[in-house]
């Protein structure tokens, strides 16, 4: 078994990002300045800033219920994000909600 579901991690955002050209550095370093602010949401159980290419970045997080997870989206990272969207990203963020169905967290 790879993972089991936990009762506190019921569900996710999965968000990609493309960075405009010559913003990609910016872009990494907005998202690794984040992690501060992860940190302080108490119903965020995980949360991953990933880069697959050198302009493509997504971020992983996962909540234990539907009230955490707005008040994630409505929280300071997404509204950083937002402000920011026009003048970093080549595209609106892709921010899509999901269903966590299996998950291995550190306990």
């Known amino acids: ?6 009762s506190s991690t019921k569900l996710a955002f999965v968000a990609k990002l493309v960075a405009k050209s010559g913003s990609e550095q910016e ?7 984040a992690l501060g602010l992860a940190n ?12 697959t290419d050198a302009s493509t970045f997504w971020i992983v997080d996962a909540f234990p ?15 950083a994000l937002m402000a920011n969207a026009d003048r970093l990203l080549a595209a ?3 921010i899509l909600p999901a269903d966590v169905l299996a998950a291995k967290v550190p306990a």
């Open 92 to 94: 609106p963020p892709e």
């Open 65 to 79: 219920n539907e009230d955490a997870r707005q008040a994630h989206i409505n929280g300071p990272i997404a509204k």
């Open 40 to 51: 302080d949401e108490a119903g965020t159980i995980v949360w991953f800033a990933l880069r």
């Open 1 to 6: 078994m790879l993972g089991v579901t936990t």
């Open 27 to 33: 872009v990494a370093d907005f998202l690794a300045g």
